[in-house]
Structure formats: C-alpha cells, structure tokens
T-cell receptor, first 113, second 115 residues
Framework: AQTVTQSQPEMSVQEAETVTLSCTYD???????LFWYKQPPSRQMILVIR??????QNATENRFSVNFQKAAKSFSLKISDSQLGDAAMYFC??????????FGQGTRLTINP | EADIYQTPRYLVIGTGKKITLECSQT?????MYWYQQDPGMELHLIHY???????EKGDLSSESTVSRIRTEHFPLTLESARPSHTSQYLC??????????????FGPGTRLTVL
C-alpha cells in the first residue's frame, strides 16, 4: 500500500525568506508521480508542482522547487522568496498507475510579514 | 482556476434532513472524486467514479451515496444528516489514463454543518 507522511503539521517563515516542507512516502512501484498541492484559506486546492519518478531532474515552477530523493523516498518542497500569498495548507500526494491519489496529512504554512 | 463547481458553498441543516451536495465540471473529465476534510485538515477519499454509471467507495467509510448519470455531474447525497456528518466536502476531477494525467482539479468545497 502507498503511504505519504508529512511530519511538520505547521511551519512558519519570514516574508522573503526560504522555507522547505518535508514529505516522505512509501510505494512498492518504480513508476509513480508525486505532487504538491496548495490549499489557501477558504479557497480551492490547486496543484503547485509535479514530479515524475523516472525523471532525475528536480521539478521547478518559478519560486517553487522540489528535492526529489528517490532512494530515500523523500520529496520536499522549497519555496524561495516567500510571499504573504504563499500562506496555505500544503499537501504532498502520490499516485501510481491507475490507482487513487494518496495525500499526506498536510502542513500549515504561515508567512510572517 | 479550474472549471469545477460545488454548490452550496455553505450549508447549515438540522438532524434528519436529506441533503444533496452538487458537483459539476466542464472539462469533460471521466474521473471524479469526493473527499471529506476533517478539522485537522487531512483529506479522506469517500467516493470516486471512473465514468458514467461507475461509482466506487473510497478509503473512508461514509453513509453518503453518489451517482454518475452524466459525465459532468457527480452529486453526493446524505439521506439523513447527523452532527457527525459535519465537515468540509471537496469534489475533484481528473483525466482518464495513466498516472501522469491524473492531476486532480478541485472544487471550492462545501462546508456542511449539521445541528
């Protein structure tokens, strides 16, 4: 069975600083996809970034990047130059084949002005 | 933002009432999902559908039921609401096929309170 673990229930960072959110997972498959989703307060959940397991290069999307360590089954999200609009719940998620998406417990990120 | 809609956004209702939470998407996605999000904010899959006339129960047992008569529509029904049903309900949809296409698009959610 697939599992996703986010060990940081809450994180905070000063505006303009860099923060890293942790995620570890477990799967028996070698081909899978990992995602980070963002859920702002009272707003829709949106996809932040996606990583294909067969790609060694870490995905990046503007200020968001991941550190994908396949052997360690680790998938952390780095947010550079944090902005007030980055404040949200962040969910790490995993999917393999035609299976269902499995979410982590979430990390609440606070941005301090 | 994604073209997936949920109504109502907020609902406060008394115990024993029948309710239907609506979810519709205009993206032509075959796969649709219902999640329950508890106070600790963790997401639990309660129902999913891979296409018209296909419905399956998710990982978390739920007293709700769903139907999928049209591709774009995936309503969730509670025959008799109870205070334990108080939660946020999120609907999502995704393309069919392999995992790489399985980015899920989420609706804004319905926050249900049962008194």
């Amino acid at each position: 069975a697939q599992t996703v673990t986010q060990s940081q229930p809450e994180m905070s960072v000063q505006e303009a600083e860099t923060v890293t959110l942790s995620c570890t997972y477990d799967t028996s498959e070698s081909d899978y996809y990992l995602f980070w989703y963002k859920q702002p307060p009272s707003r829709q959940m949106i996809l932040v970034i996606r990583q294909e397991a067969y790609k060694q290069q870490n995905a990046t999307e503007n200020r968001f990047s991941v550190n994908f360590q396949k052997a360690a089954k680790s998938f952390s999200l780095k947010i550079s130059d944090s902005q007030l609009g980055d404040a949200a719940m962040y969910f790490c998620a995993l999917i393999q084949g035609a299976q269902k998406l499995v979410f982590g417990q979430g990390t609440r990120l606070t941005i301090n002005p | 933002e994604a073209d997936i809609y949920q109504t109502p956004r907020y609902l406060v209702i008394g115990t024993g009432k029948k309710i239907t939470l609506e979810c519709s998407q205009t993206m032509g996605h075959d796969k649709m999902y219902w999640y329950q999000q508890d106070p600790g904010m963790e997401l639990h899959l309660i129902h999913y559908s891979y296409g018209v006339n296909s419905t399956e129960k998710g990982d978390l047992s739920s007293e709700s039921t769903v139907s999928r008569i049209r591709t774009e529509h995936f309503p969730l029904t509670l025959e008799s609401a109870r205070p334990s049903h108080t939660s946020q309900y999120l609907c999502a949809s995704s393309l069919p096929g392999l995992a790489g296409n399985n980015e899920q698009f989420f609706g804004p959610g319905t926050r249900l309170t049962v008194l």
